[in-house]
């Protein structure tokens, strides 16, 4: 399993970025893909989840509203983007395979549900 993740960056509060995530070394249609973020000193913590059945989205409270998944299946890619950013945006960002193909009990705090973490791409929100 390869999870290429790109887009991060730094942008000033209110600004959007688009995360990309490329996959690799497993069928993309049979498990659910994710989005994680880690800020320092803290928890991972789930921040949006697209399911392989539907495409149907999940998100967490602190991010719904201002962040869309979507995946695009002939490219093997899933994108989150990301508008009115602010500083609690701030954090290393990761995609993720689940271990079902559905968003079912995915939340902030599901990491047991994580097949595979990609490397990450670091997301700085400041004036």
């Known amino acids: 399993v390869q999870l290429q993740a790109s887009g991060g960056g730094s942008v000033q509060p209110g600004g959007s970025l688009r995360l990309s995530c490329a996959a690799s070394?497993?069928?993309?249609?049979?498990?659910?893909l994710a989005w994680f973020r880690q800020a320092p000193g803290k928890e991972r913590e789930g921040v949006s989840c697209?399911?392989?059945?539907?495409?149907?989205?999940f998100y967490s409270d602190s991010v719904k509203g201002r962040f869309t998944g979507s995946r695009d299946i002939a490219e093997n890619t899933v994108y989150l983007q990301m508008n009115s950013l602010e500083p609690a945006d701030t954090a290393r960002y990761y995609c993720?395979?689940?271990?079902?193909?559905?968003?079912?009990?995915?939340?902030?705090?599901?990491?047991?549900?994580?097949?595979?973490y990609g490397q990450g791409t670091l997301v700085t929100v400041s004036s």
């Open positions: 993720a395979t689940l271990l079902q193909p559905t968003c079912v009990n995915f939340g902030k705090w599901t990491d047991w549900l994580v097949r595979s």
């Open positions: 697209i399911s392989s059945s539907d495409s149907s989205t």
């Open positions: 070394g497993f069928t993309f249609e049979d498990y659910a």
